[in-house]
């Protein structure tokens, strides 16, 4: 990136965005102060149930994964936390992993539980965890739960992540009522141990790896269930469980007025959960759910802050780190777009029922080139001002490779 190229972009979208009474340093602050959390398991190649291409040089441990992430922090200044992903992440000195992180300025983001394996459990999650119809598989899962929450005491980690695969391949196996009675109760137990401080994210997924139902399909039901759990239980949404074609951001709108809205795991989805790259498909549909997250905020519906977000991809073909920093930069920039709206306009249309005129409010923010705001928000925070250049200029992966091996496969990857 030639400093002078950018210097000259930014100086040039200044003077526009001013002409219109936005003030680009107020931009840039509020782009530099949003974190997005790093996910353990998007820093080795990702497989499909076909199979697992490993890109080399991958994090062989949790120590190589946060410096996997501190590297991404360094490049970035977009990230400074990681999710960890239990039993994957399992610490063996929980206060030295925690000083490691601390010196990357990294911290720990929400927990993740894992009952869709039953790997080293005496009972199996063939038919579920929470959800089973067996009061010891239950119990066991309950259990699992509780030592996540132990783990992520010991780390500083202030959330726990619920995924349930829970639910049924063919009709008739399950009994839709009895399993969402016991997944409710089974969390109810969950949340009546976790510190007072802390919140319970709770995921929903239409299907996989269950097809004919999941006990927690949707926005509704998580919600529904939220609230039987109390004020710390939210909605997590993951931008690929839905079925093509739902409007996501009115999920988000939902939620907040609810305020019942835990946060993101961001991705893209053509299909279904495809985990692409945040950004790559759907693009404006990501913009609109951060018009929704910014209006939601600003009017009071749900603070800004009692949201966390998250990434959620894992990658067959892509360098994992390259693909990270091309997320976050996606993430920035329909964050920075939204940022745009008009929204005493946008009010205003909406109230005149001028439906050209809303979407002109919108258009105009969405294709705005904001690529010199979020590159500016960068070189203000010590970040590179083309992190990908740099990556790979410096050839960060050969140096991995020769550092960690061609193999290199991080645990649970
Ligand atoms: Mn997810």
Redesign the pocket.
């Known amino acids: 990136m030639n400093t002078d190229f950018h210097a000259r972009s930014f100086s040039l979208l200044s003077e526009q965005l001013g002409a219109k009474g936005i003030k680009a340093a107020e931009l840039v602050s509020r782009i530099s102060a949003f974190q997005i959390a790093v996910p353990s398991w998007a820093l080795g190649a990702g497989g499909t149930r076909f199979g697992r291409f490993s890109i080399g040089g991958e994090p062989r441990n949790l120590e190589e994964k946060l410096e996997d992430i501190g590297l991404l922090s360094k490049l970035t200044k977009r990230t400074d936390a990681v999710s960890l992903h239990i039993p994957w992440d399992i610490p063996q000195d929980s206060q030295a992993v925690k000083q490691k992180a601390a010196s990357l300025g990294i911290s720990f983001d929400a927990m993740n539980s894992n009952t869709f394996q039953d790997y080293g459990q005496p009972l199996s999650y063939k038919m579920g965890s929470l959800s089973n119809s067996d009061s010891a598989v239950r119990a066991q899962a309950v259990e699992h739960n509780l030592q996540v929450i132990d783990i992520g005491k010991s780390l500083g980690s202030k959330g726990l992540t619920v995924?349930l695969a829970d639910g049924s391949n063919f009709p008739g196996q399950a009994h839709f009522r009895k399993a969402l009675q016991w997944t409710t109760e089974s969390l109810k137990e969950i949340y009546a141990e976790m510190p007072h401080d802390w919140k319970l994210l709770l995921?929903y997924k239409p299907y996989e790896p269950n097809f004919y139902h999941t006990v927690i399909p949707d926005w509704g039901t998580s919600a529904l269930i939220c609230r039987q759990l109390g004020d710390r239980a939210k909605v997590?949404v993951?931008l690929?469980?839905h079925l093509p074609n739902t409007n996501i951001e009115q999920i988000v709108a939902t939620l907040m007025h609810q305020n019942l809205l835990a946060g993101f795991?961001f991705?893209d989805s053509k299909y279904g959960d495809d985990d692409l790259s945040t950004g790559s498909v759907k693009p404006y549909q990501l913009f609109l759910i951060f018009c929704e997250l910014i209006g939601g905020a600003a009017e009071g519906a749900q603070a800004w802050d009692s949201i966390s977000w998250m990434i959620?991809a894992s990658h067959n073909t892509k360098d994992p780190l390259e693909d990270l920093i091309q997320a976050l930069e996606a993430i920035s920039q329909a964050y920075a777009k939204a940022l745009l709206v008009d929204r005493e306009k946008l009010t205003q249309c909406q109230n005149e029922g001028d439906v050209v005129g809303a979407q002109e409010v919108l258009q105009e923010a969405f294709l705005t080139d904001v690529r010199p705001l979020v590159r500016e928000a960068r070189i203000q925070s010590g970040g590179e001002a083309a992190p990908l250049d740099f990556y790979r200029r410096e050839k960060i992966r050969e140096s991995l490779i020769a550092k960690r091996g061609k193999n290199a496969q991080a645990s649970g990857l």
Request: hydrophobic share 20%; no cysteine.
């Open positions: 995924w995921e997590l993951d690929g469980h795991h991705n959620d």
